[in-house]
Each structure stands twice: as C-alpha cells, then as structure tokens.
C-alpha cells in the first residue's frame, strides 16, 4: 500500500473518530444532564422526595420494628437500593432527622441552629415517626421497580397522604436549572388542604423552625421570579445590650456573628462584643459601644449583617419524568387530589377485601348449615368431591349475572362461585364445623355488611372524606405546631442613614482636601465611610465626592459637610459677587441630585466672581445679615440688614436678586429666622414607633425650629426627642406622645410608696437633654404613674374604692394645683389609690357600669399601660 493510501486511511479513521466522540458528547451530556435532574437533585412531586430519601424511608419501612436502629445499619440497608455510596446517604439521613417531621432521632444529630455536624453513624439511631407510618406507606398502593442490581423491589414513589415536599421544603442544584421550595407550617398545610377541598380561597406563606421575622410581599406563591425577606428577632435588653433570639432562616450562629463581627471590623456598625450563649434557645448577645443607639444599631445589623436576608424561591419539582416549574399553591392543590386519589385507591382495596370476606363468609355459612360436606362421603374421586359440591351449593347460591326467578330465595352473591371456592370449602377442618356458631356467623356477616355500607358511603362522597381525613391528621399532628416565623412587613432601611459614624471627616480648606486621614487638620464632624461630602468653594463652585482617606475637592474651602441625596429641606442662603457687573447678588436654593466629582458654579460665571456670604440651615431657615458696604463707594447708607425671608427658595442655578450694586465689605449674622419651607409634619409609627413624613402611623404634629417631641411612660418617666425622621420613639409602656413646646406642661395622677398616697402634680419642663429618661415621680418601689397628659384644661374622672364601694370624683386639674417644679411631689388627691382615670370628654355614655367594665382609655393601678392610638 502506498504512502498516500495510508494518510487517507489514517484521515478517514481520525474523522470517524471526532464524529463519534461529537456524537458521544451531545448523547452523554443528555443523558447525564437527565440523570442528575430525575435521580440526584429534583424531587418528586407525588411524594416530594429525591430517590435517595425515597431509598432511606422505604429501608426504614422495611426494618421498623417499633424500636431505634443504629444509623449505620440504616446505611446500610439503603445502599441495597442506592449505588452512590455511603455518604450521600448519612447526609441525606441527617437532615431527614433534623425536620423532626418522619424520624424519631436519638442522640447527638447535629443543631440547624448552630450548624454543629451530628455524631458519626454508629453512635445515633433513628426510627420512622407515627406521622411517617400513618402518611407514608401502604404496600398494596405503592408502585414498585427493581432496584439499580435487579435483586429488590423499591418504590417509584411512595403513597404520601400529605404535602411533605411544601412541610420539609427542598434545596437542590442539577446540571441547568434548581430548585429551591420552602418549608411551612404543617397544620396551615392541612387547613389549606382542606379549603382546596371546600373550593375556598387560602394563602400559604413559608414557616421556618429557626423562627425570626419575613416579609412575604413579594413572595409570589414561591415561583421564579419572587423573594422573600427574612429578618432575625432581636430585642432590646438595655440601653447598651441588644439580644438576638431568632434566626433568619439559612443563617447558623456560627456565620451570623462572623457577619456581625466584619461588619464592625469594617466600622458599619460600632460594638465591644458578640457572645454566643445559646443553648436550648438562641441568645446572642451584642454589647454596644459607648452612646451609640440601640435602635439605629438594630437598623445597622439588619443593613449590613445576615441579621436580614433576601431569599428567592424557585419551585421546580418533577411531573410525569419532567422537570417543571410551578407555584406552592400548584403544588398543594396537587398533592391534596393525590392524596384523595390515594383515599380513594384504598378504599376499593377494603372494599373488595370486604366483599371478598363476605363472600367466603356466606358460602362457609351455607356449606356448614345445610351439611353439605356429608354429601361428599361417598364419592371415590377429586373430581366427584368438586362436581358433588358444586351441584349442591347452587342450590343455596346464585351468581350475581344469574338472571333473577320467581320464588327464588338464593343467596346472591357479590361475584361469581368458582373451582377455587369450592377447593376452599374442601379446606375447612373437622374441628371447625364441630364447633361452628351460626349467631357469630350471622354478627360477623352483619358486621361486614355494616363495614361495606360504610365504605361505599365513603367512595360516594370521597371529598368529605377526605376532608375527614385532614382534620384527623390536623387533630393528632397539625395543631401542636404552631407557626415560629412572625408574618410582617419589613420598612425599607436606607444604608447610608444607619452606617454607623466609624471615621472623622477632616477638611485642609486653604489646599482643598478632604478625608479622613487628614488627622492633623481641622476636624469638621464624625461620619460613615459611605458618605458623600459636599464642599463650597470661594470661587462660587462646590463639589460632592465620596469620602475617602484623601479627596480634592479644590482649594480655598468655605462650607464642607455630609451631603444627602434628595435633601429638600438643607437650604444654603448665599451672596456672592458678579465680577461681570459688579454686584452682589443673594439667593437660595436647595442640592438635591448632583454627579460625583464635577464641579458646579453658583455665579455667573463670570471670571473673578467670588462667594462674600454662605451658610447652610438643616430646616430651611431663613436669616438676618448685616450688610457693610465699602466706605469709598457713593451709596448714602453705607450699613443695612437684609432679611433672606424676603428670597424664594430656587434652583442652585438661578443668578439670584440684586443685593446691592456697590462693593461689600463685610457681611455678619445677626439672627436666625424661622423655616421658611414651613413646619416639618411628623408622624410616629406605631408598631416600629420611627417617625417619618410619609404619613405612617399617628400624626403628631407640624414642627419649626426649636420644637421637642415628648413621650410619657407608665413608669413615670419623659423622653424629649427631637422631630428627626431617623429617630425612633421606644413604644413600651407607652402612655402619650406628643408635640411639646418650651412653656409646655405636664399633668400627672401618681401614687406615692412612700407616703402611701395618690397625688396630683404639675410641673413644666426643666431638663431638656435630648434623648435622657428623666423620672418625674418619686422613686420607690410601690411607686407608679397613674395618669399623665400634656394638654391643657383637662377635667378628669377618677375613683376609689372605699369598703368594696366604688366612690366616684370629678377634678379640673387647672383649677386643682398650680404648676411647679418638676421634682415637686405635688397636692394630695386621695390617701386611697386612685384605682382608674378618665379625661370627661371620653366617659361612656352608661356611668353605671361595674368596675370590670370601665372605660377602656383609663388606667388602674398594676396595669400594663400601652399605648392605643
């Protein structure tokens, strides 16, 4: 063979070669892709379960007992079934385990909570659950196929009687797509069963054993697309402790304090410590730093840790050897026809066991009682036995197809009498015909016949059977779980406004950098790394740049400070030269949206022009200046004021009104006026207690500069806050909140321990340190706040109770005591305790109710007093 001959032999094998293996590729990966998706990662909607826990259950099945086995024997007995090895299946058994839904468990397996791993096989054990028994398993409704060797029989599926894919919930990742299903509550699952059943309306929303907090707003019945918002439970303990005592669901200890502890390495949050004290319940404990909010840390925590998480469910599950994607209530309504399917399946199996016992029942009765085993005495043959008992049983039978005589009084029975009847009769012993009871044969074929009434009752009207079935199942397994995850709506929190202050801004005016490693030039304020600075130059421009170690803003700084985007309320009045004519020109405006690290011009832009006067007012107020002009310019008067309320508030690049066309020496503030974008209105929301303008919650009023916000407390405390749509107002005990000015007044009903009295005490307002708990009445233990409002001319009702008599009075608390000091323990009202308070004006119409039925807005003595908006 020639040279060239074997080249192309040699191309011709090499190209066979490479369509093979093409061939090979697109088959295999096919195959491989399908393998994964029907067998390893996506359950199956019949019995929400993956083949490996189908394996590990029916293994159980198979060895139960009623006693615990050891889990490595479990193992073992699975991998009969399952060829992927040992521990696949110990991992898949564990966390069948820690649903605590089909498997008793005994042991150390492991804790969901703190993401500790379980013991090594040998030394726990399990067993399947009552609830796995009762909805899991039926021999004689199951589908069955050979296992991966061909030696066993396993289930394709299992007969679940209950919705355990949408109970345990399922995480799985296959070659192309996953699926992720969330867990709920089992009892909500079974109500919602059964309102499918009742064609009603039901909802379905996740339930997590970790506890915690979602929002389910987006949760779009669990398809793609949706998410939820988990969020974990965290309670105040003190003024510098916070606690967490839930977790979100997909967090552990373990990595929700190695999140809390970065986002403080990072200065996002400002704490000294994380301690981990769980035990048989969570406790995370988190120590603040030094006068640092607990509220804004909770807001922190929730922006910045896995204290809150966005979680997006994707519902794929197999249908008919396919991988689809649908919504939980799909899911539920499926499994709830399934389940009535398999109601309905075991109910023909009874039935038919049922007539099968009756028919034998009847056919031993008519072969006994009428004696018809002595008439086979004297055949000498099998076949004459068999001819002979036939023959004479038809006398007292018919078949059900017979067609019906006159004066027939057969017994009709439910199917056909066969060889293999007669062959039973044939079976039945001596012993059994000496002592046969026709009474207890009679009760027994009554009993059947009762039990198959029922049955056909039951397949009649198999959807109210089904439902019977639920609430059984609610009533022993449903109702001892009660729902762990709190159901809410989460606010949206801003990141920027709870980033903890973790850096200093420091300003090099003269050069024009900002930053905070700066450390040796003037320290303007504390702020967040995440901040933006804006910075007024003298030329007539300003910059806003993100806060960094070291920024140019440009040189000859006049104004640098924290800049937030969309601030309509921060209202800069300035007056800057135009060096195209020589004016001063004064306007303000606002900064509410800029481009990062671009320069703007405020004048005209006219070379030379310069800023003489600038300021930045937090609530748009407005302000007097004093003018001085230069003392070689013609105008007459030469020193004016000039009031900015008389400028409306404009774009930053509007050029401003004239404020005078000679040369300004110097310009000075002499007072600060009132907003002049009117007053702020406030409202408190009543579950978080965070005020806010967006009109959540109670409306407390409309606040200028220089207004308070006040809040009384059933232990006889105030708290002035200022009306800063980032504070929050602590809700727990309640008993007003209010808008306060300087001159405002407190009226008080409190019972003194000490003297053992109920007094009346006025007083206005001394201490006004913002945010301090200041104690109004007198510290004892049997001391305690009665009544407490800031309005004026307020008539009350109060009464006591004198020899089991309930004495009413009637006070004008104006007229009763003038206002003093706020330690002042005030006037006498009762040696008695007032038992309840009522301002007239809400008294109910009826004035003689009992005691037990008094208003609902007074307040007794040992009450818990909160506050009802």
């Not at 929050?728 to 909140?737: A, P």
Request: glycine share 6%; net charge negative.
């Amino acid at each position: 063979m020639s040279l060239e001959s074997d080249n192309q032999e040699n191309g011709a094998e090499n190209g066979s070669y490479a369509h093979t293996l093409k061939g090979m590729y697109e088959t295999y990966f096919l195959d491989y892709a399908s393998y994964v998706i029907l067998e390893r990662a996506i359950p199956s909607i019949d019995d929400g379960l993956k083949p490996v826990q189908r394996r590990i259950l029916h293994a159980m099945k198979e060895m139960d007992d009623g006693r615990f086995h050891k889990v490595a024997n479990i193992i073992g007995q699975t991998m009969q079934y399952h060829p992927h090895g040992d521990a696949a299946i110990g991992d898949a058994l564990v966390k069948l385990g820690q649903h605590e839904l089909l498997i008793d468990t005994q042991g150390n397996w492991g804790d969901v909570r703190t993401g500790d791993s379980a013991a090594a096989p040998r030394y726990i054990e399990a067993r399947l659950t009552k609830f796995a028994l009762d909805i899991a398993f039926n021999k004689d409704t199951t589908e069955w196929q050979l296992s991966y060797d061909g030696r066993k029989n396993e289930p394709i599926s299992l007969p679940m009687k209950f919705p355990l894919l949408l109970a345990q919930g399922v995480e799985g990742i296959a070659v192309g797509l996953s699926t992720k299903i969330m867990p709920h509550n089992v009892g909500e699952l079974i109500k919602a069963s059964i309102k499918i059943l009742e064609e009603k309306k039901f909802t379905l929303y996740p339930d997590f054993s970790t506890g915690g907090e979602i929002d389910v707003s987006d949760y779009s019945n669990g398809k793609r697309g949706g998410k939820i918002l988990v969020r974990a439970k965290i309670e105040k303990k003190d003024k510098n402790t916070l606690i967490i005592t839930e977790l979100p669901y997909g967090t552990t200890t373990t990595s929700l304090i190695d999140s809390i502890v970065k986002a403080n390495d990072k200065g996002k949050i400002k704490i000294k410590r994380v301690v981990d004290n769980t035990a048989q319940n969570v406790e995370i404990a988190i120590d603040l730093a030094s006068g640092v909010s607990p509220d804004l840390t909770i807001d922190a925590l929730y922006a910045f840790t896995n204290c809150s998480m966005s979680i997006s469910p994707n519902a794929c599950v197999i249908v008919d050897h396919k991988p689809l994607f649908l919504s939980v209530n799909d899911i539920l309504r499926h499994s709830t026809d399934h389940t009535k399917e398999l109601l309905r399946q075991e109910l023909e199996i009874k039935k038919e066991e049922l007539l099968t016992k009756w028919h034998q029942a009847n056919l031993e009765k008519i072969f006994i009682e009428n004696r018809i085993y002595r008439d086979i005495e004297e055949c000498e043959t099998w076949e004459e036995v068999l001819s002979t008992i036939d023959r004479e049983m038809r006398r007292f039978v018919a078949d059900p197809n017979d067609p019906p005589q006159k004066d027939d009084d057969r017994i009709r029975l439910s199917r056909p009498f066969t060889e293999e009847d007669v062959v039973r009769l044939t079976e039945i012993k001596i012993k059994r015909i000496s002592k046969y009871n026709t009474f207890k044969a009679d009760e027994y074929i009554s009993r059947l016949e009762a039990d198959l009434e029922e049955t056909n009752h039951h397949l009649t009207h198999l959807t109210e059977y089904t439902i019977s079935y639920f609430e059984e199942l609610y009533e022993k397994y449903g109702k001892d779980r009660p729902r762990r995850t709190l159901i809410t709506s989460f606010e949206q929190i801003d990141v920027v406004q709870v980033a903890a202050n973790n850096v200093k801004l420091y300003a090099n005016r003269r050069e024009g950098f900002i930053g905070w490693g700066l450390k040796k030039d003037e320290e303007i304020r504390e702020c967040s790394d995440i901040d933006d600075i804006i910075a007024f130059k003298k030329d007539g421009t300003f910059r806003v740049s993100r806060i960094d170690e070291k920024v140019f803003m440009g040189q000859n700084i006049l104004h640098v400070d924290v800049w937030k985007k969309g601030d309509d309320r921060t209202t800069y009045n300035l007056v800057y030269l135009d060096a195209g004519t020589g004016r001063a020109m004064a306007k303000r405006f606002n900064v509410k949206a800029v481009t990062r690290d671009r320069d703007y011009d405020l004048t005209t832009g006219k070379k030379g022009s310069k800023i003489l006067y600038l300021t930045a007012n937090p609530n748009g107020e407005s302000e007097i200046v004093k003018v001085q002009l230069s003392q070689s310019c013609r105008a007459k008067k030469k020193i004016f004021d000039f009031d900015f309320d008389h400028l409306d508030i404009k774009g930053r690049r509007s050029k401003g009104n004239i404020l005078t066309r000679y040369p300004v020496r110097k310009i000075e503030h002499v007072a600060t006026g009132q907003s002049t974008l009117g007053a702020l209105k406030i409202w408190m929301d009543e579950v978080s207690g965070r005020l806010n303008t967006e009109e959540r919650g109670k409306y407390l009023g409309e606040f200028d500069t220089g207004d308070l916000i006040i809040s009384l407390y059933a232990d006889g405390t105030y708290v002035l806050t200022s009306p800063d749509p980032l504070m929050k107002i602590e809700i727990r005990q309640l008993l007003q909140v209010s808008k306060i000015d300087e001159d405002g007044v407190i009226s008080a009903v409190h019972y003194d321990g000490e003297k053992e009295w109920s007094m009346v005490k006025r007083f206005q307002i001394e201490n006004q340190t913002l945010g301090e708990r200041v104690y109004f009445i007198k510290d004892h233990p049997k001391s305690k706040l009665i009544y407490a409002t800031t309005k004026e001319g307020v008539t009350i009702e109060y009464f006591v109770m004198s020899k089991n008599q309930k004495e009413m009075w009637t006070l004008e608390l104006d007229e009763f005591i003038d206002v003093k000091g706020w330690k002042a323990i005030g006037n006498k009202l009762s040696d008695k305790m007032v038992k309840g308070v009522v301002e007239i004006e809400d008294l109910p119409e009826d004035d003689d109710e009992d005691e037990d039925d008094s208003s609902e807005d007074s307040y007794r003595a040992g009450d818990t007093i909160e506050l009802d908006l």
